[in-house]
């Protein structure tokens, strides 16, 4: 069995250099999006069914929530260092088997 990947489209979602504050806005919005993203999917997988398997959302929540604490002390490093951050988010589609 093969799986046929061809990327579709690509969107640039970030691309810049931020102070650090508002790199932190921007990527404390982006997690957060995505967290609530999974929180929703998780909710409602249980809505028809209380034992359905959720472990993704909840694993991926938990990554989520970890990567934004990184991302905040990166933030505060480059503050008090007098810094910027420099962000490229470019997302891929692919059709996929």
Not at 42 to 71: Q, W
Not at 73 to 94: H, Q
């Amino acid at each position: 069995m093969s799986i046929s990947k061809k990327v579709l489209s690509k969107v640039q979602l970030v691309d810049g250099v931020f102070i650090p504050s508002e790199a932190s806005d921007v990527i404390s919005r982006l997690i957060r999006e995505k967290i609530n993203f999974h929180k929703l999917n998780r909710l409602s997988m249980r809505e028809g069914n209380v034992n359905s398997d959720s472990g993704y959302d909840d694993s991926r929540v938990t990554e989520l929530i970890e990567k934004r604490k990184e991302f905040k002390a990166i933030c505060i490093e480059a503050k008090l260092t007098g810094k910027k951050i420099k962000i490229n988010g470019v997302l891929e589609i692919e059709v996929i088997d």
